[in-house]
Structures are given as structure tokens and as C-alpha cells.
């Protein structure tokens, strides 16, 4: 006699960040939902740092695979090998550093019953740690403000209809992926879980909800300036070539002004945009830009006020988006400018 299938499969990739991880895990060893019903799939992606013996040696109540890659392939080739072994019925797509409550599982499972066409994402906040340091404060603001960007109309009490998930945690019937395709490998560090959700979209109609009621914790363990930059600067390398591959719809809804902040100088570009790409194109130098941070250091270290240390931030990270839109631009992936069939538009 066959067993039933699973209800849920929890696909987590990880890349050196073991003690995050472990915490991760732990939290889905408590669920409301009954062991024998859900699985987890890690993959190990190219870590160095003794994650790969952690799971090996790694024994709860429910079940875990994992898989490794011996170099980083990416966050889309990740999760699609987890997927391709997958058994449950729903997908639930979790970072290696979220810490989920006890119904994390159920309340997803109930929620996509309770929506058919429907993907859930779950409400996240920063670790409440992180607030004993300036730069950790700008993270907590500004997760506060992507939680209220996420929410259009509510849908029932704490469900909110929202126009684009995350996959930082994140359930959906892994049928859908069985009639759309996995996840798109050239996306490597961003904007998978975009292309994915607007394929469903258009293939499926598939419609996105917001869940204040799955209350996690962002357990980033190490947030700093330095590696928040970088991760911008990788993504938005990525969002140029989501943007080519989508042209019609960024023409609609994507971020011109984005596009035209970050590309070439053009004719088209009034005086004030002129100057902040020249002044962004001084400051990218490597020389300036390592002067900037250690100001920044300095800065922190006199405990200026928080407000204006979030302006130092914010230059910062747009000149980590900067250096990497015009790494995108360099590679191909994307013209310089919208074309006016998207300023027609």
C-alpha cells in the first residue's frame, strides 16, 4: 500500500551561513502540522564553512534531505534541484535565515486551501538584535516599509491582496511550477522569484496574498553595510535582465525612473538628472568610494543621529545599485535607456 503523498515540501537553499540555517531549522522541528506530513529540502549551495557536516549530522522529527553543490550555482539552479526532488503536494520556499512560529506550516497549507489560484506570502520582521546598531535600525525601517508597500485591499482579516510575492517565504501548489516551468537560472542572486510570479500570472492568472498572520523573524545575523551593498549590487545586475526580458511590462509597471537614474548619460535627460549621474559616476570611482565608507564608519562611530547616518546609507546602497545596473548594461542583458515605446507607454 502506498503511502499518501506529503502535504508540503520546505525548499531552503543556504551559502555559508550555517548558524542561521541550524536556527532555521530548528523552528520548522516545532510545527502545528503533524511530522509524517511535510519534508525539508536544503541545498547546500558551495558552502565553505561546516554547513555541509551540520546537516549530515542533523536528526529531528521530521524529514530532512539535502543535496550540495561544490561551487555556487546560483539561487534559481538551488532551488530548482530541491524542487526536482520534491514530494509534496505544496511547495513553501523559506531563506535559510527566517525564523517561523509553530503554525508557519498550517497556517500556509490553510490559507492556499482557503484561496484556490492563489500564492501566500508571510509577513516578516527584522531581528529585534539588529536595533542596537544604526545601519541594523535603517534594515528594521525599511522592512517596516516594504510590509506596508506589499498590501493593496484586504482580502479577510490580516490577508492582504498583494501584486508581487518573495520567495523569502513563500507557498504555492507545486502543480503550478509543473505547468509554468521552474525557476529561470540566469537569474542568479535576484529577481527569480519575480519572473517566476509574472509567468504565473500570465500563464495561470495566478493572483498573490500577503499573510500578517504568518509572523516570522528575519534572522540576519549579519547585517552590515558593507554586504547589503553588495547584495544590491549583484541584484541589480539581475533586474537589468529581468527588465529585457519583460520590456512590455516594465513599460507599464517597472521602474523607469530606475532605468534612467542608473543608464548612460542621454539627450533625453534633464539637467538634474545630468548631474546626478555625473556626481554618481564620481563617487562609483574606487577611490571616492572607499572614502565615502570610512566616513560613514567615522560617522557611526560619533553616533550622529540616526537620520542623517540613513542618508549616508542611502547613498551607499544607490551607488551599490549604480555599479551594478552598469555591470548589467556592460553585459548586454539590457539597453541603456527605455525606448519610446516605453515612455509611451
Not at 521530521?62 to 514530494?87: D, M, P, T, V, Y
Not at 517597472?254 to 548619460?265: E, F, K, Q, R, T
Amino acid at each position: 500500500m502506498t503511502s499518501p503523498p506529503l502535504l508540503a515540501s520546505v525548499v531552503i537553499t543556504t551559502y555559508n551561513r550555517c548558524a542561521a540555517l541550524r536556527a532555521t531549522l530548528e523552528a520548522l522541528s516545532t510545527q502545528t502540522l503533524p511530522p509524517g506530513t511535510y519534508e525539508v529540502l536544503v541545498v547546500d549551495n558551495g558552502s565553505t564553512d561546516g554547513t555541509a557536516d551540520m546537516l549530515a549530522g542533523y536528526s529531528r522529527s521530521h524529514a530532512l534531505r539535502s543535496f550540495k553543490f561544490a561551487e555556487n550555482q546560483g539561487i534559481s539552479a538551488a532551488r530548482n534541484r530541491a524542487i526536482q526532488h520534491a514530494a509534496g503536494e505544496h511547495l513553501i520556499l523559506l531563506s535559510d535565515d527566517v525564523l517561523v512560529p509553530d503554525h508557519f506550516l498550517q497556517t500556509h497549507l490553510s490559507t492556499l486551501q482557503q484561496f484556490p489560484g492563489h500564492w501566500v506570502v508571510g509577513h516578516s520582521e527584522q531581528l529585534e538584535a539588529l536595533n542596537r546598531t544604526p545601519f541594523g535600525r535603517y534594515l528594521t525601517n525599511l522592512e517596516a516599509g516594504f510590509s506596508q508597500g506589499w498590501r493593496s485591499d484586504e482580502a479577510a482579516p490580516g490577508i492582504w491582496r498583494t501584486e508581487w510575492p518573495t520567495a523569502r517565504n513563500l507557498s504555492l501548489p507545486r502543480a503550478d511550477l509543473e505547468r509554468i516551468g521552474l525557476f529561470d537560472e540566469q537569474f542568479r542572486n535576484a529577481c527569480e522569484d519575480q519572473d517566476l510570479a509574472y509567468r504565473a500570472y500570465l500563464e495561470l492568472g495566478t493572483r498573490f496574498l500577503y499573510h500578517t498572520g504568518i509572523e516570522c523573524i528575519h534572522n540576519d545575523q549579519s547585517a552590515d553595510l558593507d554586504r547589503y551593498c553588495e547584495a544590491q549590487r549583484r541584484g541589480a545586475a539581475d533586474t537589468v535582465r529581468f527588465c529585457r526580458k519583460y520590456e512590455r511590462w516594465y513599460a507599464e509597471h517597472g521602474p523607469v525612473a530606475l532605468m534612467s537614474a542608473n543608464g548612460p548619460i542621454s539627450r533625453q535627460d534633464s539637467p538634474a538628472v545630468l548631474l546626478r549621474k555625473l556626481f554618481k559616476a564620481l563617487l562609483a570611482l574606487p577611490p571616492l568610494r572607499l572614502t565615502l565608507r570610512l566616513l560613514t564608519r567615522m560617522s557611526e562611530r560619533a553616533r550622529l543621529p540616526d537620520r542623517a547616518l540613513g542618508r549616508m546609507y542611502r547613498l551607499m546602497i544607490a551607488l551599490a545599485i549604480y555599479r551594478g545596473w552598469r555591470q548589467g548594461l556592460r553585459s548586454g542583458v539590457c539597453a541603456g535607456q527605455p525606448s519610446a515605446e516605453w515612455r509611451e507607454a
